[in-house]
Nanobody
């Protein structure tokens, strides 16, 4: 059984920064791509970023490109999401998810395990 636990969310002013972490249980963390999604109230869950199994490939939603950075430390079974230049429209619950393979895309169905989420609130 794989467990994903997010942390690092909080309340921040527009223009500020946060660093989200997602700690994964299990020995095979490095064999899978990882991704971040977010869901704002009343909206569907949307893709934010993903990273391939060794971290060599990353992919971002256009809305966060240049502001957010995804990274991973396979020795620590942890994936990170650095959020810079935050905007009120970034307010959402952020979820990490494990991909079904070494490298995956932006569709939720390509991910098989999900964390409980961490709230990010950006005030104007």
């Amino acid at each position: 059984q794989v467990q994903l636990v997010e942390s690092g969310g909080g309340l921040v002013q527009a223009g500020g920064s946060l660093r989200l972490s997602c700690a994964a249980s299990g020995r095979t963390f490095s064999n899978y791509a990882m991704g971040w999604f977010r869901q704002a109230p009343g909206k569907e869950r949307e893709f934010v970023a993903n990273i391939s199994w060794k971290g060599g490939f990353t992919y971002y939603a256009d809305s966060v490109k240049g502001r957010f950075t995804i990274s991973r430390d396979n020795a620590k079974n942890t994936v990170y999401l650095q959020l810079n230049s935050l905007k009120p429209e970034d307010t959402a619950v952020y979820y990490c998810a494990r991909g079904r393979g070494l490298r995956v895309g932006a569709v939720p169905q390509e991910y098989d395990y999900w964390g409980q989420g961490t709230q990010v609130t950006v005030s104007s």
